[in-house]
């Protein structure tokens, strides 16, 4: 995409970025530190549930997606925008929400009770898988569906006049490619939880490596520990993200037109009936805790505090200059070694970055001068693992198709970009802005060092309003935050299907 | 656009005022400074005394102040937590508030020549009365509770009121908490990563009782008219914490900092700590409490570990919770 000496400085920049703050705290910190036992067992505990969790996420998406890719519906497209909501929920607003439904006094129990059903009991690792699926199902489904969206019409005409089956030559080899992407995502997102392991875990048998790292910076200020264990987690995603490359492998199918897919295939009744009951089952289990927490944030809503409104407003404008940053530096990362660079972003430990910057920036400049510049950085890097993974397919196909073609014509910088990649790309450009912008404003921020108070983002509202007694206040917050964040992903995603028929 | 220059202007005129003005710089927890918390009417009322700016800053307390080390920018820390200061002193960043402590009105004596408490209360399960009519009366009752209570607690690793509970049975029970933490295991629903979230199960009926402090029924009486939380009083006691301000010892505003740590134990500032703090004021008497504290059940038995006996047992108190809880 971007010349090969761009490319390579920006990975380069966006590894430092998160390398430099981190090595930072370590030194600092007085080097590496032992690991203790019970460091180990929440280390253990952090893998197996990150790997069960995103294996889960991905086979239940799998089924969901090619449902809703070969189905036309009334709700549809509403349905594929309300994925993008659970991921971007503050923690503990989504943790309410859940509980709302799967708790000891929620929906289900409330519906199994009088069926004379045994009480379901979320705590246990079991919850934990269940919170990170719910968190994380959609997101596979819609990094899926993109594969399924992106396959080219031609492809299954040729399919059904050779009467192939579709799943074999088409469908499967395009998973085989956009999986192992989409797992390491989730086994990287997984990896960093905290407060969801925990509370839905029942206890400290749930611990995971983020809370260690937590304990070690708050309470034990023992920099050295929580940078090893911050360095310990950035070496699990990286080595998600190598697995995922290396188990990536490249299609080579052919050019197709860039046509309207039409399907031959899933017509039988029973597809249909599967189809069906598997976006009845996906959307009961995403949507119930989003309606949970609508209901219980509704009533408040318009007696909303000023300081509330202009937080909304700080996320708001942070959340569309995040985009533009995100998706500027996508450019000059699509290729493996960027994709590789940018996997650090999320695997890193926000509070270990965090100090990190803080520990650089602040023998320069008032860290509260740049609170703002730096929370849409971190966000940006955030951001870009899922960028890239949603751009990443397309383009490669766009340059494996038409790059010759492009290249035998002369096009170069913009005008490829605007004549090769820009139509074939529109879709999952308008899917990742929309993914990014909903994930600023649902993010907590790790400037808890920088902030100086006068600056609040909704999220952080939402706890300062629950730690302050707030609840009713802090719900109707919450849900104004739903609502921004699915406007805004709306709205991009909205933008990148215009022209294109869904 | 007609306006924007006036404005402008006006903007450029007020920020070359506050320029002249002396600025006591704050470091607090973020609950403390934010729009609902004791931190803006405190503000209010200094800055109408000092003639001078009074600025908060918000976030990690302690770690933020031991990252900045002398570099730091604080004149004042307010909200550090007895059970972590010993960790603050250390550090040497602190200097004596040189206050005369006997106006404290705290349950238990205080001499302290860096740490001035501005606020206490006791750790304490809370319940709704109307749903449990004989609440527990110990933690003997409570660990002979049927299994079916539901409780809710916090992580001692990385909330400051977990840390108190496991440090309030270390203190009851010592080397046998380990013991009372297994038999207490069938009745915790779970644990969270702070006060909120599960403050926030128990008011969704989540948990029948949730570990708070003796002074959140009086937010629920006093802001919501809502008589239907009480706190469970123990026989054995009740663990004490205290929240403190502290002058830093590289301030440039040093006299500044002696006056606000003097407005600290000032009537006007008391005040103010019962219904935006919700918790007990300091050095106040107990007549002038607002109503709904007054009523308040107290604990007759305050338990507490000095920070140096906090900061040895921490260890040994957060590992038998975590051991026994983890199977």
């Known amino acids: 995409m971007a010349p090969r000496p761009v490319e390579l400085s920006t990975s380069l920049i966006v590894a430092g970025v998160v390398m430099i703050p981190v090595a930072t705290v370590l030194w600092y910190g007085g080097g590496p530190a032992r690991l203790t036992p019970a460091d180990w067992s929440a280390l253990w505990f952090t893998i197996w549930q990150a790997l069960l969790s995103a294996a889960l996420s991905v086979t239940l998406a799998t089924p969901i997606a090619r449902a809703l890719s070969r189905r036309a519906f009334l709700g549809r497209a509403t349905l594929i925008t309300l994925m993008g909501a659970p991921f971007i929920l503050p923690v503990i607003v989504a943790i309410l929400g859940l509980l709302a439904v799967f708790g000891g006094n929620g929906i289900v129990n409330r519906l199994f009770t009088p069926l004379g059903l045994p009480r379901l009991d979320i705590y246990g690792y079991h919850g934990v898988i269940l919170a990170h699926v719910f968190f994380n199902l959609p997101l596979a489904v819609r990094m899926i569906l993109q594969g399924w969206l992106a396959l080219p019409a031609e492809r299954f005409r040729l399919a059904a006049s050779l009467g192939k089956p579709v799943w074999r030559v088409l469908e499967a080899p395009m998973l085989w490619r956009v999986l192992p992407g989409a797992f390491a995502v989730i086994f990287i997102i997984c990896i960093g939880s905290f407060a969801v392991a925990l509370t839905l875990g029942g206890g ?11 304990q070690a910076f708050r309470f034990d200020f023992d920099l050295g520990k929580a940078a090893t264990l911050a360095i310990v987690q950035l070496c699990l995603g990286l080595s998600a993200g190598f697995a995922a490359l290396k188990l990536t492998h490249q299609t080579g199918f052919g050019t197709g037109l860039d046509r309207q897919v039409q399907r031959w295939d899933g017509q039988a009744t029973h597809a249909k009936i599967l189809d069906v009951l598997w976006i009845l089952v996906g959307t009961l289990f995403l949507v119930t805790p989003l309606l949970a927490i609508a209901s219980a944030g509704f009533t408040g ?49 926000g509070l270990v970055l965090g100090t990190g910057m803080f520990l650089l920036f602040q023998p320069i400049v008032r860290p509260a001068a740049i609170a703002l510049p730096v929370t849409v950085m971190i966000n940006a890097l955030m951001a870009l693992p899922f960028v890239l993974r949603i751009l990443a397919p397309a383009a490669r196909d766009a340059r494996q198709d038409f790059g010759h073609l492009a290249d035998m014509l002369s096009l170069s910088g913009f005008a490829q970009f605007r004549i090769v990649y820009l139509p074939r790309l529109r879709r999952p450009l308008g899917f990742a802005a929309g993914l990014t912008a909903a994930l600023s404003m649902g993010d907590l921020g790790v400037i808890a060092l920088f902030s100086d108070g006068q600056n609040a983002t909704l999220p952080l509202q939402v706890y300062r309003l629950m730690n302050s007694y707030q609840i009713e206040t802090a719900r109707a917050a919450a849900l104004l935050l739903l609502m921004l964040s699915l406007g805004l992903f709306w709205l991009c995603d909205k933008g990148g299907r215009m022209r294109v028929a869904s | 656009m007609k306006t924007a220059l006036p404005f402008v202007a006006g903007l450029m005129i007020a920020t070359h005022a506050i320029a002249e003005t002396p600025v006591l710089t704050v470091y607090a927890p973020d609950y403390f400074a934010s729009e609902w918390g004791p931190g803006p009417g405190i503000e209010q009322s200094f800055e109408a005394q000092c003639g001078c700016d009074l600025e908060y800053r918000t976030g990690e307390l302690l770690p933020r102040l031991l990252l900045e080390g002398k570099n730091t920018e604080a004149d004042i820390a307010i909200g550090l937590n007895s059970d972590v200061s010993k960790k603050a002193r250390e550090s040497g960043l602190f200097a004596p508030h040189g206050q005369d402590q006997s106006a404290l009105t705290l349950p238990l004596d205080w001499n302290d020549d860096t740490f001035l408490p501005f606020n206490y209360g006791h750790t304490a399960f809370i319940y709704d009365n109307t749903k449990i009519t004989t609440p527990p009366s110990s933690f003997e009752d409570l660990i002979a509770a049927p299994d079916d209570l539901r409780l809710v607690i916090q992580d001692p690793r990385s909330s400051i009121s977990g840390l108190a509970l496991v440090l309030w049975v270390q203190n009851i029970y010592g080397d046998q908490a380990e013991q009372v933490w297994r038999q207490l295991a069938p009745k915790i629903v779970t644990v969270t990563k702070g006060w909120s979230e599960s403050y926030g199960m128990f008011t969704d009926g989540e948990a029948d009782m949730v570990l708070s402090y003796t002074t959140s029924p009086a937010y629920h009486i006093i802001a919501e008219e809502d008589l239907t939380k009480s706190a469970a009083i123990f026989d054995e006691g009740h663990y004490f914490m205290v929240e403190t301000a502290a002058k830093l010892a590289g301030t440039d505003q040093s006299d500044l900092a002696d006056q606000f740590l003097a407005f600290v134990l000032s009537e006007k500032f008391q005040m103010m700590i019962p219904t935006s703090n919700w918790s007990f004021p300091s050095a106040l008497e107990e007549a002038k409490w607002p109503e709904g504290f007054q009523n308040l059940p107290l604990p007759e038995t305050v338990l507490f570990y000095s920070e140096d006996e906090a900061a040895a047992l921490r260890d040994t108190a957060i590992e038998a919770w975590r051991r026994a809880l983890s199977n």
């Open chain 1, 301 to 349: 809503l318009v007696y909303l505090p000023a300081e509330v409104w202009l937080a909304a407003i700080r996320s708001l404008s942070m959340a569309l200059a995040t985009t533009l940053l995100t998706i500027g530096l996508s450019w000059s990362l699509l290729h493996r070694g960027g994709e590789v660079a940018s996997l650090l972003g999320i695997s890193v430990s």
């Open chain 1, 204 to 214: 400290p048998k749930a611990t995971t490596v983020e809370l260690a790292i937590y």
